[in-house]
Protein backbone atom coordinates (compact mmCIF):
# COMPACT_ATOMS: atom_id res chain seq x y z
CA UNK A 1 0.00 0.00 0.00
CA UNK A 2 1.27 3.43 -0.87
CA UNK A 3 -0.08 6.86 0.31
CA UNK A 4 0.54 10.09 -1.42
CA UNK A 5 0.48 13.80 -0.11
CA UNK A 6 0.72 16.46 -2.21
CA UNK A 7 0.96 19.72 -0.76
CA UNK A 8 2.38 23.44 -1.78
CA UNK A 9 -0.83 25.04 -3.60
CA UNK A 10 -2.31 28.18 -2.99
CA UNK A 11 -3.22 31.02 -4.96
CA UNK A 12 -0.72 32.53 -7.32
CA UNK A 13 -1.17 36.28 -9.67
CA UNK A 14 -0.92 35.49 -13.30
CA UNK A 15 2.92 35.16 -14.38
CA UNK A 16 3.31 33.81 -11.02
CA UNK A 17 5.07 30.51 -10.47
CA UNK A 18 4.33 28.07 -7.79
CA UNK A 19 5.58 24.08 -7.03
CA UNK A 20 3.65 21.60 -5.91
CA UNK A 21 5.06 18.39 -4.42
CA UNK A 22 3.72 14.72 -3.90
CA UNK A 23 5.59 12.64 -1.17
CA UNK A 24 5.15 9.00 -1.37
CA UNK A 25 4.75 6.88 1.61
CA UNK A 26 4.87 3.15 2.45
CA UNK A 27 5.46 0.30 0.57
CA UNK A 28 6.91 1.99 -2.03
CA UNK A 29 8.29 -0.26 -4.97
CA UNK A 30 12.11 0.53 -6.58
CA UNK A 31 10.75 1.26 -10.46
CA UNK A 32 7.58 3.39 -10.67
CA UNK A 33 6.16 5.67 -12.70
CA UNK A 34 4.97 9.33 -10.97
CA UNK A 35 2.28 11.86 -12.65
CA UNK A 36 -0.10 15.04 -12.02
CA UNK A 37 -3.67 15.60 -13.22
CA UNK A 38 -5.93 18.28 -13.12
CA UNK A 39 -8.86 19.06 -12.80
CA UNK A 40 -10.56 22.10 -13.32
CA UNK A 41 -14.26 23.08 -12.48
CA UNK A 42 -17.12 21.87 -14.71
CA UNK A 43 -14.04 20.15 -16.73
CA UNK A 44 -12.46 16.43 -16.84
CA UNK A 45 -9.49 15.48 -15.28
CA UNK A 46 -6.52 15.94 -17.76
CA UNK A 47 -2.71 14.55 -17.81
CA UNK A 48 0.02 17.63 -16.73
CA UNK A 49 3.20 15.72 -16.10
CA UNK A 50 4.97 12.21 -15.67
CA UNK A 51 8.07 11.12 -14.56
CA UNK A 52 9.69 7.35 -13.98
CA UNK A 53 12.51 6.28 -12.32
CA UNK A 54 14.53 5.91 -14.92
CA UNK A 55 13.84 9.76 -15.55
CA UNK A 56 11.64 9.41 -18.21
CA UNK A 57 9.48 12.32 -18.27
CA UNK A 58 6.57 13.35 -20.82
CA UNK A 59 4.02 16.25 -20.86
CA UNK A 60 1.11 17.66 -22.20
CA UNK A 61 1.20 20.32 -24.49
CA UNK A 62 -0.06 23.20 -22.26
CA UNK A 63 2.48 22.14 -19.90
CA UNK A 64 5.47 22.34 -22.00
CA UNK A 65 8.11 25.58 -21.37
CA UNK A 66 6.43 26.49 -18.37
CA UNK A 67 6.22 23.24 -16.06
CA UNK A 68 9.14 20.91 -14.92
CA UNK A 69 9.03 17.52 -13.00
CA UNK A 70 11.79 16.73 -11.13
CA UNK A 71 12.58 13.71 -8.84
CA UNK A 72 14.52 14.58 -5.59
CA UNK A 73 14.41 16.53 -2.46
CA UNK A 74 13.53 13.87 -0.17
CA UNK A 75 13.07 10.11 -0.92
CA UNK A 76 9.87 9.48 -3.09
CA UNK A 77 9.01 12.89 -3.65
CA UNK A 78 8.77 14.53 -7.10
CA UNK A 79 8.22 17.99 -7.95
CA UNK A 80 6.24 20.16 -10.27
CA UNK A 81 7.16 23.25 -10.77
CA UNK A 82 4.82 25.69 -12.47
CA UNK A 83 5.63 29.27 -13.83
CA UNK A 84 4.00 31.87 -16.02
CA UNK A 85 0.49 30.69 -14.57
CA UNK A 86 -2.45 31.67 -16.13
CA UNK A 87 -5.90 31.27 -15.09
CA UNK A 88 -6.67 28.27 -16.94
CA UNK A 89 -4.45 26.86 -14.65
CA UNK A 90 -6.46 27.24 -12.01
CA UNK A 91 -7.13 23.49 -10.94
CA UNK A 92 -6.84 20.65 -8.22
CA UNK A 93 -3.42 18.69 -8.74
CA UNK A 94 -3.50 15.66 -8.23
CA UNK A 95 -0.74 12.78 -8.23
CA UNK A 96 -1.06 9.53 -9.14
CA UNK A 97 1.51 6.74 -8.46
CA UNK A 98 1.86 3.82 -10.78
CA UNK A 99 4.02 0.64 -10.00
CA UNK A 100 3.62 -2.63 -10.87
CA UNK A 101 0.04 -3.25 -11.24
CA UNK A 102 -0.92 -0.77 -8.56
CA UNK A 103 -2.15 3.03 -8.94
CA UNK A 104 -2.36 5.09 -6.20
CA UNK A 105 -3.89 8.89 -6.18
CA UNK A 106 -3.20 11.45 -3.73
CA UNK A 107 -6.08 13.94 -2.42
CA UNK A 108 -5.06 16.96 -4.26
CA UNK A 109 -3.97 20.17 -3.69
CA UNK A 110 -5.86 22.92 -5.24
CA UNK A 111 -4.20 26.10 -7.40
CA UNK A 112 -5.51 28.92 -7.72
CA UNK A 113 -4.28 31.49 -10.62
CA UNK A 114 -6.03 35.29 -10.07
CA UNK A 115 -5.55 38.38 -9.78
Known amino acids: QVTLEESGGGLVQPGGSLRVSCTAS????????RSWYRQAPGKQREFVAS???????TYADFAKGRFTITRGGAKNRVELQMTNLKPDDTAVYSC?????????WGRGTQVTVSS
Open 96 to 104: KHSESREQY
Open 26 to 33: GNVDSTYV
Open 51 to 57: ISTGNSI
